[in-house]
C-alpha cells in the first residue's frame, strides 16, 4: 500500500456525478493511481481509504476493471487492484488488501474488539465439558490434544491456558481482514471474520466469527451452501456442499462436505468428513468418514476410516451425555458399526458389528472386534496380516495434501512402532497369563469387556511375537546396515548400536494427535510448561517439532530397551553367536509374516471376490471382466512390493551372516 | 498315531469348531469351499488341531492344508505310528 491524499474537488465531482455518496469526502483518502472513474453507485461512511485502481482482475473468465461499483464501504482500508462489487448491506471495519476480489455479497462487517474464532472453546469428547480445547490460528494437533487430555495436572493446564490466552489477546482487534488475492463471491452473511491470502470463498451462506487460514502454495477454499460460526479453517481446507460447522476446527488439507455437520469438534490434518455428523470429535489426523447415516461423537479417532451407519452411544440418560470413546489409530469400522462409550479400543483394530459392553482393550492392537450372537469377540492379532494394514501404511504418506510451508500437526505415519510394539508386548503378557489360568474345558474367557476363544490365545501370543520379533529386530538390522563404513572389529558394530539420550529405554509412548512421542519426553515438555520456563506457543510448537525431529533417535532408545528384554542383552552388547540366531529369528517372523499376508491378499482376488463380476456371460468373461475391473494377483502393486520385500529376506540373511562370520 | 484315529479325531475337532455333525463331513471336502471355514474361523480350526494333537504349527505350513483329507495326511506326517 502507498501513501494516501484526499480527495481533490474535481475527482469528488467526478464521483458523485457516477451515483457515489459520502458521510463527509474529507474522510475518503486514495494513493497514488486511483482513478475516479472506477468507482461507481458506492456510498462511503466513515474513514476509507482506496489504494490504485488502475488494473484488471479476472472473475468468471471475464477481465474487469478494479473498483469499487455497487457498494457501501464503511471504515475500510482498500489496497491496489482491488475489485468490489455489488455489496448488498455493507462491507464494513475491513482491511481488504492488494488484488482481493468481493462480489455479490450480502455484507461483511467487523464489530469492535473480536477474535476470529480464537479463544472459542471446544467441548471435544466430554459434551458437557471438561475436556474444552481453546482454539488458536496456528494451532497442532499436539497442542489441542495436550489442552484436551492432560487435565490431570491442574498446573501445567493453567500455564497452558496462559500461553494460549496470550496468543488470543494479539488476535484481538477492531476491524477484519481480507488478505491479498483472496476472493470472496457470491457469499450471504460475513461477519468477523478473517480471511488469509489466496483463500477462496463461493457462495457461501452464512460464516461468522473465525479464521480462514490460506496461503499462496495451498490456498483454502469455502463453497456452496456453507455454514460456520466459531470456527478456524487451516490452509489448503476445503469446506463446501452445505457443510453446516459450529465451533470446529478443520486442519491443513482437511476436507469437509456434502452436508456434514461439525459441532464442537476438531478435524486435524488431511482428515475427510462427508455426509456425517460430527460432534464433540477430536480427530486426529486422517479421520475419514465418508458416509450418510454415520455419527461419530464424543470420541478420538485418527487415521481412521469410519463404515456406514457408524455409531456410538455416549449416554446413559443418567448424568448426561458423558460418557467418551478412544479409537486409537488405524482403526476401522464396517457398516452400522456400533460402540457402547466408555470404549477403547486397540490401533489399528476393525471394528465389525454391534458392541453392546463397555469395551476397554488397549494392549491388543491390530484385531478384529467383531460381533457374534450380540457378543463381543476379539482375534487379536488378525490384522497384522492383512493387505489392508500395509496399504495404509503406504498411503497415508502418500496422501499429505498439504502443501502450506508450514506443516502444523507433526505427524509419525509408522504403523508398527514403540507405540505399537509395546502395547503388543503388554497384550502378549496378559494374553499369556489368561492362557495360563483358563482351564481347558472353558471355551472363552472375558477380558475387558470382550470374549476371547481359548483356543485363540496361543495365537494371538503367536501373531504378537512375530511383530515383535519383525519390529525389533528388523530395526536392528537396518541400523547395523546403515552404519558408515566397513566395521574393522565386532566392537565397531556394537558401538554403532548404543542408544544415546535420556529416552533410551522400554517405555510408555503415546499417540499425540499423530505423533508418537516417549511418555518421557512428554514429561519433559509439560515440565517446562508448567515451570514457566516456556515463554510463548509457539516455543511450545517448537518442542513438538522437536519430538518430531527426536523420533528416530528415542524410537532406537526404545527397541535397545526393549531387544534388551527380548532377547537378553542391548543392541550394543550382541556377540556374533546370538546375533546368528536373531538372524534366524528375524528371517522366520518376516517370512511367517509376508507369506500370511501374501496370502490375505489371494482372497481379494478369489473365486469369491469376482461374485457378480461378468454377470452376463460365462466363466471365461467373469475372469476377464474381473482383471479388466480389478487387475491381477501377480500385477498388484501390493503384492509385487510384499514379493520384493520377501526376497530382500533372504539376501539380506546371507549378508548379515557373512558379517557375524567374519568376526567369528 | 495311526490314520484311523488321526483322520477320527480331525473330523471330530472340524464338527465341534464348525458347529455341524460330524456325518456331513467328507473326506474330500474342502474347509472353504464345502464346509463354509472362511479366514477367521480357518484360523479357529487351526488352533483346535494344535490343541487336539499338542503341536505348534508353522502358519506357513497350516496354509498349504486345504481339505480334510490333506489335514490327515499332514497330522499323519508329524505324528507317526
Known amino acids: 500500500m502507498q501513501d494516501f491524499r484526499d480527495l481533490s474537488p474535481e475527482e469528488i465531482q467526478t464521483l458523485e456525478n457516477n451515483g457515489c455518496t459520502a458521510e463527509g469526502w474529507q474522510s475518503v483518502q486514495v494513493s497514488t493511481g486511483f482513478d475516479v472513474e472506477r468507482v461507481r453507485d458506492t456510498s462511503f461512511f466513515g474513514a476509507v481509504r482506496i489504494g490504485s485502481n488502475s488494473s484488471q482482475v479476472t472473475t468468471c473468465g471475464l477481465k474487469r476493471p478494479c473498483g469499487i461499483y455497487r457498494a457501501s464501504v464503511a471504515d475500510c482500508t482498500i489496497g491496489d487492484n482491488v475489485f468490489i462489487a455489488n455489496i448488498g448491506s455493507v462491507i464494513r471495519n475491513y482491511v481488504i488488501e492488494d488484488g482481493v476480489i468481493i462480489e455479490d455479497v450480502s455484507s461483511m462487517t467487523t464489530e469492535e474488539d473480536v477474535t476470529f474464532g480464537n479463544g472459542v472453546r471446544i467441548e471435544v469428547l466430554n459434551e458437557t465439558g471438561g475436556r474444552e480445547v481453546t482454539l488458536f490460528n496456528e494451532m497442532n494437533a499436539q497442542v489441542a490434544y495436550a489442552q484436551a487430555f492432560y487435565r490431570h495436572d491442574s498446573d501445567f493446564q493453567k500455564r497452558l491456558q496462559q500461553l494460549i490466552e496470550e496468543y488470543v489477546s494479539h488476535q484481538r482487534a477492531d476491524h477484519g481482514r481480507i488478505a491479498a488475492s483472496a476472493r470472496v463471491q457470491s457469499c450471504g452473511r460475513v461477519r468477523n471474520v478473517n480471511i488469509g491470502p489466496h483463500a477462496v470463498l463461493q457462495g457461501v451462506l452464512r460464516i461468522e466469527n473465525g479464521t480462514v487460514l490460506s496461503c499462496a502454495e495451498h490456498p483454502t477454499f469455502v463453497g456452496a451452501g456453507v455454514v460456520m460460526d466459531h470456527f478456524i479453517l487451516s490452509e489448503g481446507s476445503s469446506v463446501d456442499s452445505g457443510a453446516i460447522l459450529s465451533k470446529a476446527f478443520v486442519g491443513q488439507g482437511a476436507q469437509v462436505g456434502k452436508q456434514c455437520s461439525v459441532e464442537n469438534s476438531l478435524l486435524f490434518a488431511n482428515s475427510e468428513a462427508f455426509h456425517t455428523e460430527i460432534c464433540s470429535v477430536f480427530a486426529g489426523p486422517y479421520t475419514v468418514t465418508h458416509h450418510k447415516s454415520t455419527l461419530l461423537i464424543a470420541s478420538l479417532w485418527s487415521f481412521s476410516n469410519a463404515g456406514s451407519g457408524t455409531n456410538q452411544s455416549n449416554h446413559m440418560y443418567k448424568l448426561g451425555p458423558v460418557h467418551q470413546g478412544v479409537f486409537e489409530r488405524g482403526c476401522k469400522t464396517g457398516s452400522f458399526a456400533y460402540n457402547m462409550m466408555p470404549c477403547h479400543i486397540p490401533a489399528f483394530t476393525a471394528v465389525i458389528g454391534k458392541h453392546m459392553a463397555n469395551i476397554d482393550i488397549p494392549n491388543f492392537p491390530f484385531s478384529y472386534l467383531l460381533e457374534e450372537e450380540g457378543r463381543s469377540y476379539l482375534l487379536m492379532g488378525i490384522n497384522i496380516f492383512s493387505m489392508g494394514t500395509v496399504r495404509d501404511a503406504e498411503k497415508w504418506p502418500a496422501r499429505d495434501r498439504r502443501k502450506a510451508p508450514v506443516k502444523r500437526d507433526q505427524i509419525i505415519f509408522d504403523v508398527f512402532s514403540p507405540f505399537t510394539v509395546e502395547k503388543m508386548r503388554r497384550g502378549r503378557n496378559i494374553l499369556q497369563d489368561l492362557y495360563e489360568k483358563t482351564p481347558r474345558e472353558e471355551k472363552t474367557v472375558h477380558y475387558g469387556g470382550v470374549f476371547i476363544k481359548r483356543l485363540l490365545l496361543r495365537k494371538g501370543i503367536r501373531y504378537y511375537t512375530l511383530a515383535i520379533d519383525c519390529y525389533l529386530l528388523g530395526r536392528y538390522f537396518d541400523r547395523i546396515e546403515k552404519q558408515t563404513g566397513p566395521a574393522r572389529t565386532w566392537a565397531d558394530v556394537q558401538k554403532g548400536c548404543r542408544a544415546d539420550g535420556s529416552h533410551a529405554q522400554a517405555a510408555e509412548w503415546a499417540d499425540m494427535g499423530g505423533l508418537l512421542i516417549s511418555e518421557g519426553r512428554i514429561r519433559d515438555l509439560m515440565e517446562s510448561v508448567r515451570s514457566g520456563s516456556m515463554h510463548s506457543i509457539s516455543e511450545l510448537m517448537g518442542l513438538f517439532e522437536g519430538a518430531h525431529r527426536a523420533y528416530g533417535e528415542d524410537e532406537w532408545g526404545y527397541i535397545c530397551g526393549a531387544f534388551e528384554q527380548e532377547y537378553g542383552a542391548r543392541p550394543s552388547g550382541v556377540e556374533p553367536e546370538l546375533f546368528r540366531e536373531l538372524v534366524e529369528r528375524w528371517a522366520s517372523a518376516a517370512n511367517t509374516i509376508s507369506v500370511l499376508v501374501l496370502e490375505n491378499t489371494k482372497s481379494e482376488f478369489s473365486s469369491f471376490a469376482q461374485i457378480s463380476y461378468g454377470m452376463d456371460w460365462g466363466a471365461e468373461e467373469r475372469s476377464d471382466d474381473f482383471q479388466a475391473v480389478r487387475g491381477t494377483y501377480e500385477g498388484n502393486p501390493v503384492v509385487r512390493k510384499l514379493v520384493r520385500e520377501k526376497q530382500r529376506v533372504e539376501s539380506r540373511v546371507g549378508n548379515l551372516n557373512k558379517l557375524a562370520e567374519k568376526f567369528s | ?81
Request: hydrophobic fraction near 45%; glycine fraction near 2%.
Open chain 2, 1 to 81: 498315531m495311526k490314520k484311523e484315529e488321526i483322520a477320527e479325531r480331525v473330523i471330530r475337532v472340524t464338527a465341534r469348531e464348525l458347529k455341524m455333525s460330524e456325518d456331513r463331513i467328507q473326506p474330500e471336502h474342502h474347509f472353504a469351499h464345502d464346509l463354509g471355514a472362511d479366514s477367521l474361523k480357518a484360523i479357529e480350526l487351526v488352533a483346535a488341531f494344535e490343541e487336539e494333537f499338542e503341536l505348534d504349527l508353522e502358519e506357513e505350513e497350516a496354509l498349504k492344508v486345504k481339505t480334510v483329507d490333506g489335514a490327515v495326511d499332514y497330522f499323519a506326517e508329524l505324528l507317526p505310528e
